[in-house]
């Protein structure tokens, strides 16, 4: 069972009844006004707009609004601590038909020597006159920064949900992963992004012939390894975190768009995980002690909320909460987050070996019967082999996109 606990639940607080309503405009010639989102309306606007986005949208997951205003709000979110956010809000005839997320992280730039912002949360609907106007008041809002490029999209860095989903529309988004309809890569092209860089994700079911007889072979390797794969140490937390943390730097620190995560964000992320991963599901790899590779997988938390339509209570009662807790010991996919060897030990089975491990307590302790692994870049051949020779099916391909916005 997670360690999600009901407490835990009830910490997020109480999210007040809906009192504004989204409707599409009936003047669709009427201009498009962009504005900077500074009122409670506006706020109010802008985490409820999907609802109006993916109404008929059979796939889409509601997210939680109170994890939605967490993430944006710059008391609590630690991205604010080093780096700086706006939110802009497209409206038609009165009615709020879009929006978009604008950040620069300066840590980014320092490490990379670029000038790049980026933007992400991207709705609209399917018209480019509204894309369009939030692009450019985007833009806009970097320019005044001194930046020249636009990346996106991207939640203020790639440890946070990223990529336009451009294959897979079919299947429903895993924790942290996007959504979004078909039309958003035309609305982007249409404006000028190009391509900078597609992620995949993986899709992993318990039983195939491919992972039956890869299994067996990694089981023979397991015997002569001197590597041990353990699961997280909770009673020792700080020190794993610190071990775990150094190793994901180590691992991505070249990887392209990579930041490194500040110790505020680190703590962000641990207190979620803490909220609902299994600790026998965050493996580390060590050789005599030393780290040397370490993977994240969870339970689906989006199949356990996504009947609670984005609320965890109803006329003050917690009973979205009961809900999710309840549904939490039902959850039958998971997402491998993170798998990663540092260098000097790649290619020698290490990966595969938690792979192994992670299938086998998954199913035999968890109950999953399958799993999605995302994301990996498109350019990763090792891993992305590596994953195939598993049984890993490419199902999903999600776009970075990149601009240049100098004037």
């Given at each position: 069972m997670?360690?999600?606990?009901?407490?835990n639940?009830?910490?997020f607080?109480?999210?007040?009844r809906?009192?504004l309503?989204?409707?599409?405009?009936?003047?669709?010639?009427a201009p498009v006004?962009?504005?900077r989102?500074?009122?409670?309306r506006d706020?109010y606007?802008?985490?409820?707009?999907p609802?109006?986005?993916?109404?008929?949208?059979?796939?889409?997951?509601?997210?939680l609004?109170?994890?939605?205003?967490?993430?944006?709000?710059?008391?609590k979110?630690?991205?604010?601590?080093?780096?700086?956010?706006?939110?802009?809000?497209?409206?038609?005839?009165?009615?709020?038909?879009?929006?978009?997320?604008?950040?620069?992280?300066?840590?980014?730039?320092?490490k990379?020597g670029?000038?790049?912002?980026?933007?992400?949360m991207?709705?609209?609907?399917?018209?480019?006159?509204?894309a369009?106007?939030?692009?450019?008041?985007?833009?806009?809002?970097m320019?005044?920064?001194?930046?020249?490029h636009m990346?996106?999209?991207?939640?203020?860095?790639?440890?946070y949900?990223?990529?336009l989903l451009?294959?897979?529309f079919?299947y429903p988004?895993?924790?942290?992963?996007?959504?979004?309809?078909?039309y958003?890569?035309?609305?982007?092209?249409s404006?000028g992004?190009?391509?900078?860089k597609?992620?995949?994700?993986?899709?992993?079911?318990?039983?195939n012939e491919n992972?039956?007889?890869?299994?067996q072979?990694?089981?023979?390797f397991q015997?002569?390894?001197?590597?041990?794969?353990?699961?997280?140490n909770?009673?020792?937390?700080?020190?794993?975190?610190?071990r775990?943390?150094?190793?994901?730097t180590?691992?991505?620190?070249d990887?392209?768009g990579?930041?490194?995560?500040?110790?505020a964000?680190?703590?962000?992320f641990?207190?979620?995980?803490?909220?609902f991963?299994?600790p026998?599901?965050?493996?580390?790899?060590?050789d005599?002690?030393k780290?040397v590779g370490?993977s994240?997988?969870?339970?689906?938390l989006?199949?356990?909320?996504?009947?609670?339509?984005?609320?965890?209570?109803?006329?003050?009662?917690?009973?979205g909460?009961?809900?999710?807790?309840?549904?939490?010991?039902?959850?039958?996919?998971?997402?491998?987050m993170?798998?990663?060897?540092?260098?000097?030990?790649r290619?020698?089975?290490?990966?595969?070996l938690?792979?192994?491990?992670?299938i086998?307590r998954?199913?035999?302790?968890a109950?999953?019967d399958?799993?999605?692994?995302?994301w990996?870049?498109?350019?990763?051949?090792?891993?992305?082999n590596?994953?195939?020779a598993?049984?890993?099916?490419?199902?999903k391909?999600?776009?970075?996109?990149?601009k240049?916005i100098?004037?």
């Amino acid at each position: 069972m997670s360690s999600f606990h009901l407490s835990n639940l009830l910490s997020f607080g109480l999210e007040p009844r809906p009192m504004l309503r989204l409707r599409l405009p009936q003047d669709r010639d009427a201009p498009v006004r962009v504005r900077r989102v500074q009122s409670w309306r506006d706020q109010y606007y802008f985490t409820r707009l999907p609802w109006l986005i993916y109404e008929n949208d059979p796939y889409w997951v509601p997210p939680l609004l109170i994890e939605v205003k967490e993430f944006l709000n710059p008391r609590k979110h630690p991205f604010y601590q080093h780096g700086v956010a706006a939110q802009f809000l497209a409206c038609q005839d009165g009615c709020p038909v879009g929006r978009i997320l604008v950040s620069e992280d300066p840590r980014y730039n320092a490490k990379h020597g670029t000038r790049v912002g980026c933007f992400g949360m991207f709705e609209s609907i399917e018209d480019p006159r509204v894309a369009h106007a939030l692009f450019e008041a985007a833009a806009q809002w970097m320019r005044q920064r001194g930046l020249t490029h636009m990346m996106g999209p991207i939640d203020y860095s790639i440890n946070y949900p990223c990529g336009l989903l451009i294959e897979g529309f079919q299947y429903p988004p895993r924790i942290m992963m996007n959504h979004n309809p078909p039309y958003y890569a035309e609305l982007c092209e249409s404006w000028g992004f190009q391509k900078a860089k597609d992620l995949y994700a993986w899709w992993f079911v318990k039983d195939n012939e491919n992972l039956r007889c890869w299994m067996q072979r990694v089981r023979r390797f397991q015997e002569r390894s001197r590597i041990k794969i353990r699961p997280f140490n909770l009673s020792n937390f700080e020190a794993e975190m610190a071990r775990c943390v150094e190793v994901y730097t180590v691992t991505r620190y070249d990887q392209w768009g990579f930041i490194d995560l500040t110790p505020a964000e680190l703590r962000y992320f641990a207190k979620r995980l803490a909220q609902f991963a299994r600790p026998d599901l965050v493996l580390v790899a060590e050789d005599n002690g030393k780290a040397v590779g370490f993977s994240i997988t969870v339970p689906d938390l989006n199949e356990a909320i996504r009947p609670l339509n984005g609320r965890l209570t109803s006329w003050g009662m917690p009973i979205g909460a009961v809900r999710l807790f309840q549904r939490l010991k039902q959850v039958k996919t998971a997402r491998v987050m993170v798998l990663g060897v540092i260098p000097g030990y790649r290619h020698r089975g290490i990966a595969e070996l938690m792979i192994l491990q992670t299938i086998e307590r998954g199913v035999r302790d968890a109950g999953f019967d399958s799993a999605e692994l995302s994301w990996t870049l498109e350019d990763n051949h090792a891993i992305n082999n590596t994953i195939q020779a598993v049984g890993g099916k490419l199902y999903k391909r999600y776009r970075i996109y990149e601009k240049c916005i100098a004037e």
